[in-house]
C-alpha cells in the first residue's frame, strides 16, 4: 500500500469533467513528477488532494485512511502540504512570520516550531539572511524559497508543489528542484507538477502525463524521458521554447 494512493478520481466544474479517472501514488522519500500542457487537470489533481476540491467519485486514501470529504486544514494536519502556483504568501509580513503560520497546527509548541524554523533556514540560507524582512519585498526566488518553507513548517509527509519554477530564471529554477530533490531524500513523498518538463524529469523517480483530464503515461521517469512522445509533446517544445 502506497503513503497516498489516489484512484479513479472524477472531478467536475459544473457540468464539465476536468477528471475523468486520475490514479496514481506518492511514496516516502519519491518525486512523482505530474506532467502535461495547460489545463490538462495538473493543478486539480492536487487541488482534489488538498481538499480544497471534492471529486464526484473516485478514492483518495492517506496512510490507508480516506481523506475525501475531509477539511483542507484536517488535511494539512494529517500530514499533507500543498506549495499552490503564485506561491501565494502574505506580503505584508515578514519571513519570519509567513513561517509561523505554516506552523499553525502546532502553534501552541513553540520549542517546536523554533526547530522546525531551524531546519527551513538550513534548507535556505537566503531566508535566514532575510527573517525579518517583509516577504513582498523578496525576489521571485526567495519567494518561492519562503512557500516551499512555510508548507514544510507543518512537516508534511506528503507534499504537493504546483508550478514550482513559474517566472524563475534558469539557475534559480534548477536551485529551487535540487532543493526539493533534498526534501525528498529526506523521506518527504513529492507529487510535483512542473512546467520545464526536462528538470522535473531530471530530479523524479516517477512521473505520469496527464491530458484532458486521463493519464496518458506512466512509469519510471528516466524511461519516461527517452518516450518519443514525451520527447516530442514536452521536452523538445521546451527547446524549441528555450531557443525561440
Do not use: W
Not at 10 to 29: M, Q, R
Not at 38 to 49: D, M, P, Q, V, Y
Not at 80 to 95: A, D, H, K, Y
Not at 101 to 118: E, F, P, Q
Amino acid at each position: 500500500m502506497a503513503l497516498l494512493e489516489v484512484r479513479d478520481l472524477h472531478v467536475f466544474y459544473g457540468n464539465i469533467e476536468a477528471l475523468k479517472g486520475i490514479s496514481l501514488d506518492a511514496e516516502p522519500g519519491q518525486i512523482m513528477a505530474i506532467l502535461g500542457g495547460n489545463g490538462a487537470g495538473k493543478s486539480t489533481t492536487l487541488r482534489t488532494i488538498s481538499g480544497l476540491l471534492r471529486p464526484r467519485s473516485g478514492t483518495i486514501s492517506f496512510e490507508g485512511r480516506s481523506i475525501v470529504g475531509l477539511e483542507a486544514h484536517v488535511i494539512v494536519g494529517m500530514g499533507l502540504s500543498q506549495v499552490p502556483e503564485g506561491r501565494r504568501i502574505f506580503n505584508i509580513l515578514t519571513v519570519e512570520e509567513n513561517l509561523n503560520l505554516g506552523g499553525y497546527i502546532v502553534r501552541s509548541h513553540r520549542d517546536l516550531i523554533r526547530a522546525r524554523k531551524a531546519e527551513v533556514f538550513k534548507l535556505f540560507p537566503r531566508l535566514a539572511e532575510r527573517r525579518a524582512q517583509l516577504a513582498g519585498t523578496l525576489s521571485g526566488g526567495e519567494q518561492q524559497m519562503l512557500a516551499i518553507g512555510r508548507a514544510l513548517m507543518s512537516e508534511p509527509k506528503v507534499l504537493m508543489l504546483d508550478e514550482p519554477s513559474l517566472g524563475l530564471s534558469p539557475i534559480l529554477s534548477r536551485s529551487v528542484l535540487k532543493t526539493v530533490r533534498e526534501v525528498a531524500n529526506r523521506g518527504t513523498a513529492v507529487l510535483l507538477v512542473e512546467q520545464n518538463a526536462r528538470q522535473a524529469l531530471a530530479i523524479a523517480d516517477r512521473a505520469c502525463v496527464i491530458e484532458t483530464g486521463s493519464v496518458v503515461l506512466e512509469g519510471d521517469a528516466a524511461t519516461l524521458a527517452k518516450d518519443e512522445r514525451v520527447q516530442k509533446a514536452y521536452l523538445g517544445g521546451f527547446e524549441a521554447v528555450a531557443s525561440g
